[in-house]
């Protein structure tokens, strides 16, 4: 057994079935690559962490791919939340799931890959790799970061960790604190560039189809739509949809969609409500205030129906994607635990995000969102204008490669 299985056997009881998907992935991942590696074509190699940083680096893919198609890419995932999500979707060449960061893999999967370019996004950074990377010679970059001083890798004990960065031969940060950190630590090779997660989330909402059941929901009411819920929101955002006298819509959008939670959701609910999953062509939908959207794919189209829109999880850990409702300029609501993420800190500095911290704030910002349409609109621009300002990190990355 080797040093990869005797790791994830030791965390499997805590992590249970993703760690089954990602055991089942890697156990055949140097073979896949093997078959899938095109010996004629350059390699470009991209790796992210999960969805969130997919859909960062995916402007980049495309652009690359565009300008450059005598280029095989290839992508690697670490979470198996992202991988079984995109391994057919994605116009990379090969998608595989990262073996364990050990210096053996790293020397097996570069020794396979033999890249000429290497993007790592964000932050899942590994150090084997990043060294062996180094080693060789192989230009890397890193897309989107976002560096604090407080950052693992700048600890006095982890020289090591800190070393490893020395791979990158850019580092494309989102924002001027990031470059000040870097440089700080003596790394000058840095651009702020920008996140490119803004210019997905454009491009989404260029695209963005009508969707039908969406508007006949609707009708010429007020959409508030809760987006990526988890059950501390539901606590607070489904009493006051049942209690308030305010006319309006709501489509509730749960982080986990299984049977379980979106039951607990349905005997909450008091106002007429319909499943997504219920919802036939001979459906009238006039008849429900509530719409539960017990799937996924389809959020992020859905914003750009919204009056306000309120982000789950910021009473957790970290809040979900905001930067997909501020594209389409609309008020944005969450939970206090914020400061993880730029684009929130940055909205709510402006006025475009208000946060809440209990029932009785949620209740006074949404009877005034929903009464006051002159607050509505000023929230609207102001989320607006931030999101297109925050376009273009991609042509600012293509333009330095």
Not at 49 to 76: C, D, F, R, T, W
Not at 95 to 115: G, W
Not at 232 to 241: F, R, S
Request: with cysteine.
């Amino acid at each position: 057994m080797n040093i990869s299985e005797k790791l994830l056997m030791l965390f499997g009881n805590f992590f249970g079935q993703k760690v089954k998907h990602f055991k089942t992935g890697v156990r055949n991942t140097f073979t896949d690559l093997l078959a899938c590696r095109k010996r004629d074509k350059p390699l470009i190699w991209f790796h992210v962490s999960s969805l969130g940083e997919y859909e960062q680096a995916l402007p980049l893919i495309e652009e690359i791919k565009n300008q450059h198609p005598e280029y095989q890419v290839v992508l690697s995932f670490f979470s198996p939340s992202g991988y079984e999500v995109k391994k057919d979707k994605t116009p990379a060449d090969c998608v595989f799931y990262l073996p364990v960061d050990t210096p053996a893999n790293a020397r097996k999967l570069l020794d396979i890959l033999q890249p000429e370019k290497v993007f790592f996004v964000k932050y899942d950074l590994w150090p084997n790799y990043l060294l062996e990377i180094k080693k060789r010679q192989i230009p890397a970059y890193l897309v989107s970061a976002l560096f604090s001083s407080r950052h693992s890798f700048f600890k006095p004990y982890n020289k090591w960790l800190k070393g490893s960065l020395g791979a990158f031969k850019i580092f494309f940060a989102q924002d001027e604190n990031t470059q000040k950190v870097l440089h700080e630590q003596g790394f000058d090779n840095v651009v702020v560039a920008g996140d490119t997660r803004f210019d997905r989330v454009y491009q989404i909402a260029q695209k963005s189809e009508k969707l039908d059941f969406v508007e006949k929901f609707k009708q010429d009411f007020p959409l508030l739509v809760a987006g990526s819920t988890w059950t501390k929101d539901e606590e607070l955002l489904l009493p006051y949809i049942n209690e308030t006298p305010l006319r309006f819509k709501t489509i509730i959008a749960p982080h986990e969609v299984h049977r379980q939670h979106v039951d607990e959701i349905v005997k909450a609910i008091k106002k007429p409500y319909i499943l997504y999953s219920d919802i036939q062509p001979d459906t009238d939908l006039t008849q429900y205030e509530v719409l539960i959207l017990n799937t996924i794919g389809l959020l992020n189209k859905i914003y750009r129906y919204a009056e306000v829109v309120y982000i789950g999880n910021g009473f957790g850990k970290s809040i979900h994607n905001i930067q997909e409702p501020a594209v389409y300029g609309v008020p944005i609501i969450t939970g206090p635990h914020i400061e993880k993420f730029k684009e929130a800190v940055d909205l709510h500095q402006s006025g475009g995000l208000v946060i809440v911290n209990n029932a009785v704030e949620l209740q006074q910002i949404l009877d005034e969102l929903f009464t006051d349409e002159t607050r509505r609109q000023k929230m609207a621009e102001i989320t607006r204008n931030y999101a297109l300002q925050n376009v273009g990190a991609t042509k600012k990355i293509v333009k330095h490669l």
